[in-house]
């Protein structure tokens, strides 16, 4: 499985990015997938994760009502929009996919099995 991310890059608080996730070595409408995010010296954070058939979506609190998690089963597309970016949301984002198809828990980083290499967002006060 491999998992690359764009879409990364600075932008002032409250602006936008959208980031994309393209899949490839798996059957993608199988499989949940996530977005987490890693600041420097925190552990890696849950964001946003979304099921395989896209009818479900979970959020993160500090991130609910600003970012939507989105995918393309046709493309082996996944996506996040970032909308009302704080500098808080500066971290390193990865896509995620599911360790096991058809799964009901994305929620944690032991749910998912597969990581991409990571993208920088910095958002500027």
């Known amino acids: 499985v491999q998992l690359v991310e764009s879409g990364g890059g600075s932008v002032q608080a409250g602006g936008s990015l959208r980031l994309s996730c393209v899949a490839s070595?798996?059957?993608?409408?199988?499989?949940?997938m996530g977005w987490f995010r890693q600041a420097p010296g925190k552990e890696r954070e849950f964001v946003a994760a979304?099921?395989?058939?896209?009818?479900?979506?979970l959020y993160a609190d500090s991130v609910k009502g600003r970012f939507t998690i989105s995918r393309d089963n046709a493309k082996n597309m996944e996506y996040l929009q970032m909308n009302s970016l704080l500098p808080e949301d500066t971290a390193v984002y990865y896509c995620?996919?599911?360790?096991?198809?058809?799964?009901?828990?994305?929620?944690?980083?032991?749910?998912?099995?597969?990581w991409g290499q990571g993208t920088q967002v910095t958002v500027s006060s």
């Open positions: 995620a996919c599911a360790a096991n198809p058809y799964g009901s828990t994305w929620s944690k980083v032991p749910d998912f099995g597969s």
């Open positions: 070595g798996l059957t993608f409408g199988s499989y949940a």
């Open positions: 979304i099921s395989w058939s896209g009818a479900n979506t």
